[in-house]
């Protein structure tokens, strides 16, 4: 029993040193250079059969004992012989089973150092159409499903690593350090490492550089009926640059945003509900995007999005920057389609939202950025690439104390000294204590706030212009001591604010603390300097507590001590300290004028009067009478 025992260790132990002979035999018979030329052959013609297009490669080496095979040196050429696509390695783990029915079947692959060179020019075909032009081919060649004829190159990949892309698509250049691929439990994953583009575009004036950097891309993607596909971003970049100072350098009262001068940075998640032919459904379930420099700062972004050919319907969508949220029912994009012959346009449906002004400061207004009163907003949009319009605009505070409604549009979106800004206000009405409460969110000097209170309720119809430099307003003031009606510019170039006034009936008296002084019907017209330089200057001469600038008005009836007055002519000039003044009473044979100054509108009732005649006025009627007849003969 014992010889028979070692008689069959014995014969096992021949049998693993044959075994071992023999797999040695086979490993150096597979690395030699004649099967390594045949491998390579072989791969050429798999991958020459796959591509539709020659194909070199530098070696191949096979590895039977971990049933896995590298290849390097891999070629590829377009038609005009240049090299289109160049791999510097790829190592595949291959199934035993598939090599010896003479198929490459991959299951797991690693890529080193790809390198493309895809060319469009803009009046012949790309240098791989003729790749596109065979596949389409080969598809229509394609034999039936019951055919017995195989294809030697199969995958079946489970795991995949490929480590650095560089594309070059004419002049632009993109690239990534690693990508993975992964398929397990019935779920497809890829995740791309930091994939980077760089590409330029020229403007009217410069030309300005941009950058993207994808930071961490993930997309997973079930099988059939296993969950919804995802994407996944997070980290994401895109830079603009022009080697130019932002728009606002030098301005600091200037809002930062310039789309010349991006950085953002993003997080996005996308599920994928489904891919058609010509139509996409997502749901952006989260979102946030920060632009440190300029001031943008959505925290939160949330929409489903149907995608049909040229159509991009958003539902259900959530914009939140801060303290402010706005709500999207439904907004329709309208992409450009040459076929066509149709524009950019879009539409939204009422946007409903809680407003706080301070959010959009820094990019947009920074006078803004104390604004903390929270606004409640509605409005509705539509446009296409040159501008757009508002309608049912309303804008109310919490406690109603504020309400507008109105309209607006935007025009010559495309040239900045063109840009047209239009508001009309239908209705405006500002209740006690919301005036004060909304001057007081601005850091500016404030003039003649005892007047602002006194006027009590206020009701407003108008409208305004912002332009190039320069914002027009005009409209109806209705208050508690009589109703205004204006118009005035502010010319941004010359820095002055230049206008007039007209009211029938205003109660001077008492928005000015002069109890003698009754209402007033007049048309007055004025022009203030606000020039900081200029303003400046004056400051630190005399220091002062009034505007620099100049009034005329027109009195038709005044009332003074409860004498109607009529035909006045009153002049006020303010150097910033000191406002000097003529009011001059006409006359038959002598005008009464009385001269006055002050230097605090807060302080009116401590104004100095002088009172002086002018003789002579009835000499001056004769001579113009005197004219006239002349003319007339």
Known sequence: MKKFSKGIRLALKIMAAIIAILVLATVIVANSSYVQN????????????????????????????????NIEGIKLKDQQQRDMLKVKRVWGHLRALAL???????????????SALLIKPKDGPANYQFLLDANKKDKKDKQPKDSTKRSAFKFDLKDAVVKGLHVKYNDDDYEFAQAYYNHWRGKHTITVHHFKAD?????????????????????????????????????LELKSDCDLPRRNFGKPHHGAFD???????????????????????????????????????????????????????FTNAVVQQVTTRLDIPRADFYLPDKEKGTSLSYNADTIKGRVMLKDISQPFARVLHKFSIPL??????????????????????????????????????KEARKLALHFEVYQMV??????????????????????????????????????????????????????????????????????????????????????????????????????????????????????????????????????NMKNIIADIESDGAIANGDVTLKGSLT?????????????????????????????DKKEKKKKKKTNIL
């Open 430 to 563: 500002a209740k006690p204590g919301i005036k004060h409460k909304i001057i007081n969110q601005f850091t500016v000097k404030k003039y003649m706030m005892n007047q602002i209170f006194a006027m009590g309720l206020v009701r407003y119809a108008g409208s305004f212009n912002i332009l190039w430099k320069k914002q027009q307003f005009r409209g109806l003031l209705k208050t508690e001591k009589g109703d205004v009606d204006f118009n005035f510019e502010l010319d941004g170039v010359n820095k002055y604010i230049t206008g007039n006034v007209s009211t029938d009936s205003l109660k001077l008296g008492e928005l000015f603390q002069l109890e003698k002084l009754g209402n007033i019907d007049c048309t007055a017209s004025f022009k203030v300097d606000i020039s900081k330089s200029r303003t400046g200057v004056m400051r630190k001469q005399k220091g002062g507590k009034l505007p620099m600038g100049q009034v005329k008005a027109d009195i038709r009836k005044i009332s003074y001590r409860n004498i």
């Open 199 to 235: 590409w330029e575009k020229q403007t009217k004036k410069t030309l300005v550089k941009w950058h993207l950097d994808s930071g961490t891309l993930t997309v997973s993607i079930p099988e059939k009926d296993k969950g919804k596909a995802r994407i996944d971003i997070k980290g």
């Open 376 to 413: 409640n907003l509605s409005v509705s949009i539509n446009g296409n690439g040159d501008g757009m319009t508002f309608k049912d605009i309303h804008v109310n505070t919490d406690d109603k104390k504020l309400d507008i409604k109105a309209m607006g549009m935007l025009r010559n979106l």
């Open 591 to 619: 005008d009464l004028i009385l001269q006055f100054s002050f230097t605090n509108t807060d302080e009116m009732s401590k104004m100095k009067v002088k009172p002086r005649l002018r003789f002579g006025h009835n000499d």
């Open 100 to 114: 010896l029915r003479g198929e490459i079947l991959l299951r797991k692959c690693e890529v080193d150092s790809i």
């Open 259 to 313: 789309d010349r001068h991006f950085n953002l940075q993003a997080d996005l998640g996308i599920d994928i509900l489904h891919i058609g032919k010509d139509s996409i459904r997502l749901d952006l379930t989260n979102g946030c995007v920060k632009d440190t420099i300029a001031g943008i700062d959505l925290t939160e972004l949330k929409s489903d999005i149907t995608i049909n050919g040229k159509h991009m319907t």
């Open 38 to 69: 045949k491998l390579a052959g072989m791969v050429t013609d798999a991958l020459s059969k796959k591509l539709n297009a020659e194909v070199q490669i530098d070696r191949v080496t096979l590895n039977l004992i971990g049933m896995s095979a």
